[in-house]
């Protein structure tokens, strides 16, 4: 097979504007081994009602934004006819998609679409990602997908290519598991890659309309940098845990790795120019997570390049030292996840082990810098209550943060606390999830979702307004006409008052 061609489906949730790495960075790895790559990406159809930064500017987490000054807007034409197209026109081999809990149904469903010019050309479908991760029993059993891959694809996908185009046997590649005659065969995991050797992204296979993302009503020609991979934590809702475990358990390697300083501002400079970007989004679970020494040579070497940024970081890594750093070097934004103001909670249950007064001296440093902060909080955990809630209510109004995150709680697969869910009989065994800004999707008697739902939509009004107005705000929490018309009064006052 003289020209193999694969083609990359991105089903993301629609005007999600922020480019995704593993993609840009297959991508990459493909065309470096010498293989023809297309993309098809979802993310500027209207597959939903509303966007999910739509529902955020609603619930008064970031300013009001309009990507259409930039000419970006939503496709007019359908996204199953235009993905047939794209099938026939380019004609693949392989077709990849990437799928998370939020966008399995819908890539699943695209490759049903074209399942007939798929099985009568005999194009290889594989999915990768963190829901295949995790539910490969489940993924697998989907009779349009050949293959499926666990954990990170950068050499499988590209090894499967290259046995595919010379006609090998591909059942026995690490990282895959591997339909075929029948026949299903589950590969170990192989050793994790060192990710300075690793390609820069390619992030031109997107849209250049893609580049275009809202930061706090501004719009930016923002690009992704990913300074490490992984995280060194164990919160309970986040599945970075069950990846390191993953690794560690099949002897793979550690899983949580940082590029080298050389490394990343190089790829920085180069993806800087190459892109024209004007601002620079780091895809870091925690920013401070490297030695000391090595946090200080990239703030000198990144002050040369003098672009804003934006990052996130832990509560138990600010310093003053840390903090004057980062302003030193332009960080234009920074967001801090606090999730639940009760303490003994927040350490039983999600394993964030911080306590309220280090959240308070930690903000009485971020208060004396010029660098905005977003505060992350999530409503509606097992076994949480309304009275909780008010518990991060009451620490949110003990700080300064520019601007306030609720997002509703999401059992993804992968995360301690979907299983601990799935005990306490608050989720089917198969249940799939939904996007964090639109509802809650646990059963629990005492904390229903609607409940749930009111308290995220007024979130930073409790926040941010007198007590006085606790009254009407409770009012806005309800999901009815009523609730509505008071929801809208106040959300103008607050973006007059507390969004400017």
């Not at 993806?271 to 620079?280: G, L």
């Not at 303490?343 to 004396?368: M, P, S």
């Not at 409503?379 to 620490?395: N, S």
């Not at 959300?491 to 507390?498: A, D, M, S, V």
């Amino acid at each position: 097979m003289a020209d193999f061609r694969v083609l990359l489906v991105y089903p993301n949730l629609q005007m999600v504007n922020l480019l995704p790495s593993n993609v840009s960075l297959l991508a990459a790895c493909l065309k470096e081994a010498g293989f023809k790559v297309r993309l098809f990406d979802t993310t500027l159809y209207k597959t939903a009602e509303k966007s999910v930064d739509e529902i955020r500017v609603e619930h008064m987490q970031i300013r009001r934004f309009n990507l259409k000054e930039q000419g970006v807007d939503y496709k007019e034409t359908d996204v199953y006819e235009d993905f047939l197209k794209t099938v026939d026109e380019f004609n693949p081999n392989l077709i990849g998609i990437s799928a998370t809990d939020d966008t399995y149904d819908l890539g699943l469903s695209l490759a049903e679409r074209a399942k007939g010019r798929i099985r009568q050309r005999g194009i290889h479908i594989i999915m990768g990602g963190v829901y295949p991760t995790f539910s490969p029993e489940e993924a697998i059993e989907n009779e349009i997908l050949n293959s499926i891959c666990l954990g990170e694809g950068e050499e499988a996908v590209v090894e499967l290519s290259n046995a595919l185009k010379k006609g090998k046997d591909i059942t026995g590649i690490k990282n895959l598991w591997v339909k075929t005659s029948g026949k299903l065969y589950k590969n170990d995991m192989r050793k994790l890659i060192d990710i300075d050797v690793l390609p820069y992204e390619d992030l031109g296979i997107f849209d250049e309309k893609r580049l275009f993302r809202p930061m706090q009503g501004r719009i930016f020609r923002m690009i992704p940098v990913s300074s490490d991979r992984g995280c060194p934590f164990s919160c309970t809702f986040c599945a970075a845990p069950s990846l390191r475990k993953l690794y560690f358990d099949s002897g793979s390697g550690q899983y949580f790795r940082v590029k080298s300083v050389g490394k990343l501002t190089g790829e920085i400079r180069h993806q800087a120019q190459r892109y024209k970007a004007d601002y620079i989004y780091f895809n870091s679970e925690t920013f401070f997570a490297r030695k000391e020494e090595d946090l200080e040579e990239f703030a000198r070497q990144y002050k040369k390049i003098g672009l804003p940024f934006w990052c996130q970081t832990r509560i138990e890594t600010i310093t003053e030292k840390r903090v004057k750093m980062l302003e030193d070097m332009g960080c234009n934004r920074m967001s801090i996840g606090i999730e639940h103001g009760n303490e003994k909670f927040r350490k039983e249950v999600l394993k964030k082990h911080f306590t309220n007064e280090q959240v308070i001296d930690a903000f009485r440093i971020l208060e004396k810098s010029k660098i905005p902060v977003t505060v992350n909080n999530i409503i509606g955990f097992p076994d949480e209550t309304r009275e909780l809630v008010f518990d991060t209510i009451k620490l949110n109004r003990q700080i300064k943060a520019d601007s306030i995150n609720a997002y509703f709680f999401v059992p993804y697969r992968g995360t301690p606390l979907r299983q601990y869910c799935i005990e306490k009989g608050y989720l089917e065994p198969n249940a799939k999830t939904d996007s964090l800004m639109r509802s809650s999707i646990l059963r629990m008697p005492q904390f229903p979702s609607n409940e749930i739902k009111g308290l995220v939509r007024t979130f930073p009004l409790y926040v941010k307004m007198p007590e006085s107005y606790f009254d009407k705000i409770k009012i806005a929490e309800q999901l009815n006409e009523e609730g509505d018309k008071m929801l809208a009064m106040l959300r103008e006052i607050y973006f007059k008052e507390y969004f400017k």
